[in-house]
């Protein structure tokens, strides 16, 4: 890995229980934010922009794939637009409302985003930190 590497996180991991499935709900709802698949591997698949920052790929284990209550992974958006088209890409590849897109003041006076369920119930969102845009 490059020292120019912007994260502070090597990447984050989620199980599937259905690989193929994950793939087509993964790559439409990223590439609303310009993320990419960077591997597919016979356990698991990656995306990112530069960097495999989010896995999703069957447990190692080889017990069902379940959900952290109380985790989820936020991506970053560019614009307001993003986090509306990551909702909508989400929920028409079979995941679900969270939350809707909107303003979130209780994370920040310029924060706006949106929460899906992708199809194993993982919770992700999408952000955005409207410092020029205005958010209404």
């Known amino acids: ?9 090597s990447h984050i991991s989620v199980g599937t229980a259905d690989l193929q499935v994950a793939q087509i709900f993964y790559d439409a ?7 990419r698949r960077l591997h597919t591997l016979p356990l698991g698949i990656s995306y990112g922009k530069a960097f495999p920052e989010f896995w999703v790929q069957a447990p190692l284990d080889g017990k069902p794939a379940n959900v952290g209550n109380g985790s989820h992974a936020a991506f970053i958006a560019t ?17 679900t409302c969270d ?30 930190y409207a410092y020029e845009e205005a958010v209404t």
Do not use: W
């Open 99 to 128: 939350g809707k897109p909107g303003p979130r003041p209780d994370y920040g006076p310029n924060y706006y985003g949106c929460f899906v369920r992708d199809r194993d119930g993982h919770k992700i969102e999408a952000t955005f």
């Open 1 to 9: 890995m490059s020292s120019d590497n912007p994260s502070i996180l």
């Open 79 to 95: 614009s307001v637009q993003a986090v509306q088209d990551f909702y909508e890409a989400a929920l028409k590849h079979g995941g």
């Open 29 to 35: 709802v990223l590439a609303t934010l310009g993320c």
